[in-house]
Nanobody, 123 residues
Framework: QVQLVESGGGLVQAGGSLRLSCAGSGRTFSSYDMGWFRQAPGKEREFVAQ????????VVGDSVKGRFAISRDNAKNTLYLQMNSLKPEDPAVYYC????????????????WGKGTLVTVSS
């Protein structure tokens, strides 16, 4: 089992950057594939990015491709999301997740979730 705590959200101007972090507890963090999702008010939770347990393989969603990057530091039990060139459509609560049990693009297959961190973009 792993507990996840996100941080790094806040208010940023359009075109700016933020780096989100997700701290995981427990010795099993490095064995899990990890992901980031986001959910804007009134919308479904959306896949943002995924990284495999070793950090060598990553996938980024089409809506953020070329702007966001996912990475991890297993020695620190931490997952990151570097967000650049933020747009007015990026504001949402951003969640990290661990241990997908199926198609990792689907929120329902992830076993563990953090409580989220809010990202707001001003135009």
């Amino acid at each position: 089992q792993v507990q996840l705590v996100e941080s790094g959200g806040g208010l940023v101007q359009a075109g700016g950057s933020l780096r989100l972090s997700c701290a995981g507890s427990g010795r099993t963090f490095s064995s899990y594939d990890m992901g980031w999702f986001r959910q804007a008010p009134g919308k479904e939770r959306e896949f943002v990015a995924q990284i495999n347990w070793g950090g060598r393989h990553t996938v980024v969603g089409d809506s953020v491709k070329g702007r966001f990057a996912i990475s991890r530091d297993n020695a620190k039990n931490t997952l990151y999301l570097q967000m650049n060139s933020l747009k007015p459509e990026d504001p949402a609560v951003y969640y990290c997740a661990a241990d997908p049990q199926g198609d990792w693009r689907e929120p329902g297959v992830w076993r563990y979730w953090g409580k989220g961190t809010l990202v707001t973009v001003s135009s």
